[in-house]
């Protein structure tokens, strides 16, 4: 069974930063390509960040980039998303993703962490 344990939400104000974190197993942390997704309110879930399969290099939507960073801790099975500069906009919750496909964990993982709730205010 694959579990995928997020912490890490809040409030915070526009313009702040927050970490999410994201642990999981030795075999998922290493062998499945791990990202976050989010979802608004009222909206549909959309792709944030997630790690390229077979290296350390990372992408991010459009939306994030230059302000969320995703990273891992191997010692802890542990995935991160820093996220700074935080906006009003990106308000919702946070899901921790993981795949066995790298492709498809950026567009419908199979395995979804149980989210935590990020509110930025303005």
């Known amino acids: 069974q694959v579990q995928l344990v997020e912490s890490g939400g809040g409030l915070v104000q526009a313009g702040g930063s927050l970490r999410l974190s994201c642990a999981t197993s030795?075999?998922?942390?290493?062998?499945?390509?791990m990202g976050w997704f989010r979802q608004a309110p009222g909206k549909e879930r959309e792709f944030v960040a997630a790690?390229?399969?077979?290296?350390?290099?990372?992408y991010a939507a459009d939306s994030v980039k230059g302000r969320f960073t995703v990273s891992g801790d191997n010692a802890k099975n542990t995935v991160y998303l820093q996220m700074n500069n935080l906006q009003p906009e990106d308000t919702g919750v946070y899901y921790c993703?993981?795949?066995?496909?790298?492709?498809?964990?950026?567009?419908?993982?199979?395995?979804w962490g149980q989210g935590t709730q990020v509110t930025v205010s303005s």
């Open positions: 790690f390229s399969c077979g290296s350390s290099d990372t």
């Open positions: 993703v993981a795949d066995p496909g790298c492709r498809r964990v950026t567009i419908a993982p199979t395995y």
């Open positions: 030795s075999d998922i942390f290493s062998k499945y390509p």
